[in-house]
């Protein structure tokens, strides 16, 4: 699978006696990521890769990561919850391939070579339990892995307790020998301090090798990946370890504990890029950030936001308390909140929203455009200068510039099977309380009378008014109330 070259090249003292290849410079890498085992410590109906962090599934945290080093191909193996995990890849550019039943690290890895392309590039293999690893990390493991013409580069940590992973063990020589897991681990291996990330760098023919070595783990019943690191090490392959800077990137998912100690982790992170992109953040315990969320300069972010999904918060622009704002942008100088819900919308530049608006998805705010308490949108888009300030709904409709829609105005764009759109045009006046019923459109600078029902198209620059003509009754009042003075009803006596 790997075409290498013969030239030797020396590579660091401890390293100088081994047989040592270089790998190809530019070959691009394969991903396999491991995601078909139950979870079960997890104690959940979900499939533990799908359980989130920042916003993300695990899975597709982890997919980001491949995709930051561009590799040919991303191949993952699912099993658990086979159907659910396939959804959350629908649309991503990956192989999928099946193992069942789960027959541990090794078998799932086994898998995946029918998937692979022959190619001199490194088989990289991931954990889909493991988010917080981030590209450069493996960028460096594969530099590594290429510089020294290793057969297998692997990621190692120390984090602040080694508890149930694999311990790396190391020769006198400080050489890589095996992976030893926690379970069959003697007491001076359990104190070893420097875990298996499960992250791995392999040359595509060492790989298919060990596989192929493999034997069922005595106690468990498994295939374990990690016994390829002592196959391949025992028979004179060039194995190494690179140390992870951050602990925090080897940092696997196994139980709830040790999800919510990645999503604190991931929090910071997320704060500390806002605050390095230019952003204000003025309550950082009580605001949350997705991974994917950007920022601009001088955006500010007030306490109890929650910024979801890929937002981004342009320029200067602000979000009041207790706000949600999900896949939508926010334009340079809006001001978005105090209680809004923001879900797939563009708000323009400058753009006013809320105290307690909802903006649906395909909702577009253009530039200076004001929408108030109360309104609600949908696949609705308000051209420049808008105002939309008090209750209302307005839902597939196209509002012109500079338009005004008064209070309680409804699109009416359903009718119980079809959806149906209302046109705007520019400059008109809706009139509070109207329904427009849809379809329907209203001229260029038309006026709607306050309080009509309009079930047909309205003019440019026309006036419709559907309602009762007022009457007025003259000395109605005192009248009625002469009547009841004459005839005291029986509970007065
Ligand atoms: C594994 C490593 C351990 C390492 C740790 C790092 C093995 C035997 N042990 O342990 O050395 O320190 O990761 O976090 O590899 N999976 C499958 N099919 C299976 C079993 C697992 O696809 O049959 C997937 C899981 O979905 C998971 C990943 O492989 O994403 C790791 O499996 P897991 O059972 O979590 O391994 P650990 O016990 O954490
Ligand atoms: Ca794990």
Partial sequence: MRASTKKKKPVGRLRAQRPTRTHEPEAPPQVVVLAAGIGSRMRSTLPKVLHRIGGRTLLEAVIDTAEGISPSRIVA??????????????????TIVVQHPPLGTGDAARRALPALSNG??????????????????LAKLIERWREAGLDLALLTFRPPEVGDLGRVVR???????????????????????????????????ALTRALGE?????????????????????????????????????????????????????????LERALEAGATIVDPATTRIGSKVRFEPDAVVHPFVCLDGTSTL??????????????????????????????????GPRARVGPFARLRPGTVLEEDVRVGNFVETKKAVLRAGVKASHLSYLGDAEVGAGANIGAGVITCNYDGEKKYRTTIGEGAFIGSDSQLVAPVTIGKGAYVGAGSTITRDVPEGALALTRVPQKNVEGWAERRKARKEEKPSAKGE
């Fill in 77 to 94: 193996v699912v099993g658990a919850g086979k159907d659910r995990v396939e959804a959350v890849l629908a649309g991503r550019a990956v």
């Fill in 214 to 270: 493999l034997s069922r783990n005595r106690g468990s019943g498994e295939y374990y990946l990690t016994d390829a690191v002592e196959i391949l090490a025992s028979s004179g392959g060039a194995v190494e370890a690179v140390e992870a800077e951050d602990w925090r990137e080897g940092w696997g998912i196994n139980t709830r504990a040790e999800l919510a100690a990645a999503e604190e982790i991931e929090r910071r992170r997320c």
């Fill in 120 to 137: 001199p590039g490194p088989v990289v293999i991931l954990s889909g339990d493991a988010p917080l690893l981030t590209s450069p990390t």
């Fill in 171 to 205: 020769d006198d020589r400080g050489r890589v020998r095996r992976i030893v897991e926690a379970r069959g681990a003697t007491a001076r291996e359990k104190r070893l301090t420097e875990a298996n990330a499960g992250v791995y760098c392999f040359a595509a023919p």
């Fill in 314 to 347: 342009e320029q200067g622009c602000e979000v009041l308390p207790f706000t949600r704002v999900t896949d939508s942008s926010i334009g340079s100088a809006a001001v978005v909140g105090p209680h809004c819900e923001i879900e797939g919308a563009q708000v």
